[in-house]
């Protein structure tokens, strides 16, 4: 247990591990951590941080996170969160002169609006849309709704960590697999896989629920004139009953926070990677951040927030069901050391008992099957058996 004392004229009390804060111009620090018999006390802001093993309890373990971290208002980064030099977004090789699509959705029935959206899947693997129909008034509430779950105090938060959730579908975490990561990453996210309302009704934070929830549904339609587009390209008619299930078949969405970081160039975000999903609809906020890698390139392209718009694109499983003609690109976050930011992405995905492999319309077409089939739940689990390396993740599934 910890007993964290600052001393102050004014007392503010926080739960921070069980620690007791009492916050005053002149701060006297001290820190006693029990392991078994024995006793740890630190001294100074700068021991704590330095015992990386008590440190990843306190933001991984007890619901602070690395928000609760940034709350602390360190002036360095501790060496948790350091990242290898090449595991961090090297700026010399971001080109500034150029940017993703930008596609209007206003007629989508449109066939050059169809053309638009799956050139942009095989050249870029990332677009923005705007004019896209979901309601900006509902996309403002899920934007207050993930910083009100972020705003929760500790103890409550810390109900959604994978111990203490009452359902293996709603998660809050720190990093990107914190029990794999020898280095974390500077992001909180609550992940909630979408099973049923019921569930959602039972299990998810009532605090953003049904923001969430509104949200979810109304880019349902969305997401489907996406799919539609592009399965055109595939000699699929139209999205059926049978490929709906296997394109669309689940969806996870989730609340990302990024705080404040001290030295933001030394650590990231997110990590270089792409998705597991068929599609992956990304709402950002104002702040930006987000970077993508140019197809066979070195290279990489920030993708400024549009207010209103949302940003496509296409994950590891429509790489391998188009048998390699929409791309899956690796994408990478950084921190920033000015403003708070947060995101929130849906993931349409398979269903986990599904077989995926290049759909039979591609490959009746006379293509080489570039990728086996695979049990969907199998291709996820190899992508959370490991902390984020680039486009490895495909090499699981290649022949």
């Keep these: 247990m910890f007993d964290y004392y600052i001393k102050a004229q004014t007392k503010c009390r926080c739960n921070l591990l069980s620690f007791q804060l009492f916050i005053h111009t002149r701060i006297i620090f001290s820190v006693k951590v029990a392991r078994g018999s024995r006793t740890i006390r630190f001294t100074s802001m700068a021991s704590l941080l330095d015992n990386t093993r008590e440190l990843k309890t306190f933001v991984v373990d007890e619901g602070h996170g690395v928000k609760g971290l940034s709350e602390l208002k360190i002036k360095s980064l501790p060496e948790l969160f350091i990242q290898p030099i090449e595991k961090r977004l090297d700026m010399s090789k971001v080109v500034?002169?150029?940017?993703?699509?930008?596609?209007?959705?206003?007629?989508?029935?449109d066939p050059k609006v169809g053309e638009a959206i799956c050139d942009a899947a095989e050249k870029w693997g990332f677009f923005q849309i705007i004019n896209h129909g979901v309601p900006l008034s509902i996309i403002d509430d899920v934007k207050d709704a993930t910083y009100k779950f972020f705003m929760l105090p500790p103890e409550e938060k810390k109900k959604y960590l994978f111990k203490n959730s009452p359902t293996k579908n709603v998660r809050l975490v720190t990093s990107f697999i914190p029990e794999v990561d020898t280095?974390?990453?500077?992001k909180d996210y609550l992940s909630c896989f979408y099973v049923s309302d019921d569930e959602v009704n039972s299990f998810w934070p009532s605090v953003c629920r049904d923001q969430v929830l509104e949200y979810l549904?109304?880019?349902?339609?969305?997401?489907?004139r996406l799919l539609e587009a592009l399965i055109k390209r595939l000699d699929i008619p139209k999205l059926d009953d049978k490929n709906k299930a296997i394109l669309m078949g689940s969806m996870r969405i989730n609340l990302n926070y990024y705080p404040v970081c001290p030295n933001p160039e030394l650590t990231v975000g997110v990590g270089g990677h792409s998705d597991v999903s068929t599609l992956t609809v990304l709402l950002q906020d104002e702040t930006g951040g987000l970077y993508v890698r140019k197809l066979d390139s070195e290279n990489w392209v920030h993708v400024p927030p549009i207010k209103g718009s949302l940003t496509i694109n296409i994950g590891d499983a429509l790489?391998?069901?188009?048998?390699?003609l929409y791309k899956s690109i690796e994408h990478h976050v950084v921190a920033n050391g000015n403003k708070n930011r947060i995101s929130v992405p849906i993931f349409v995905n398979p269903r986990p008992s599904d077989v995926i492999g290049p759909l039979a319309q591609v490959i009746n077409r006379g293509e080489k099957a570039l990728y086996k089939q695979v049990l969907y739940s199998d291709y996820v689990k190899h992508f959370y058996r490991k902390s984020h390396n680039g486009k490895d993740t495909i090499d699981f599934a290649k022949v």
Aim: aromatic share 6%.
């Design 217 to 224: 549904k109304n880019s349902e339609s969305l997401i489907k």
């Design 319 to 324: 790489q391998i069901m188009s048998n390699g």
């Design 183 to 186: 280095v974390l990453e500077w």
């Design 96 to 109: 500034p002169y150029e940017s993703i699509p930008v596609i209007d959705m206003s007629n989508s029935d």
